[in-house]
């Protein structure tokens, strides 16, 4: 494997601890934003049962405005969250960290785009499709023995990605969008 002075991804088997972590931090931000957050819920590979992924737990939270939650960012920063910018603009991102690794993601949107974000539609599909969150695991499994490049990595599975979700997407009576976000 050659070594280009990145840390290699890590995709760890499905830990039953996951849930219950994300319950935790669902939690802890509802009593740190009250009455900001409309919606939260635990999103990415970690919230599907089975699946391997990266340990780190990702969240979702929606608010009807986006400007209430930077006004309360040092309630966060006192959860460990930091914002992370970025070049997105329809959402907020915070990550927290212990010991120099990510342990959480925190996206926020808007309370209108929450019902019809991807990865709220692609988790439900995973959980729902076995076989798609298998196809899922196994790509992951093989980006990581090969050594991808963690910039690489998100790339790397966007045709799958894009596949399942369409397919989710359609079934909810919905047209494709690009799920590819370059996170800049």
Do not use: C, F
């Not at 927290?96 to 019809?116: F, K, N, Q």
């Amino acid at each position: 494997m050659g070594h280009t002075g990145h840390s290699p991804i890590e995709i760890a088997a499905y830990d039953p601890a996951w849930p219950a972590r994300a319950d935790t931090a669902m939690a802890e931000l509802r009593a740190a934003l009250p009455g900001v957050l409309t919606a939260i819920e635990h999103i990415g590979s970690t919230a599907v049962p089975g699946l391997a992924a990266k340990p780190v737990i990702d969240l979702m939270a929606a608010a009807d405005d986006l400007g209430a939650v930077e006004t309360r960012e040092a309630a966060l920063a006192r959860l460990g969250y930091r914002r992370h910018r970025n070049a997105l603009t329809d959402r907020l991102l915070y990550v927290r960290e212990a010991d120099g690794r990510r342990t959480h993601i925190l996206h926020v949107v808007t309370t209108e785009s929450w019902p019809t974000r991807n990865q709220r539609i692609l988790r439900d599909h995973l959980r729902a499709h076995p076989r798609d969150a298998a196809r899922y695991a196994e790509l992951k499994r093989a980006l990581a023995a090969a050594g991808t490049a963690p910039g690489d990595y998100a790339r790397a599975k966007t045709e799958l990605i894009q596949e399942l979700t369409d397919r989710a997407r359609a079934r909810l009576g919905l047209p494709s969008v690009p799920v590819w976000e370059k996170e800049g």
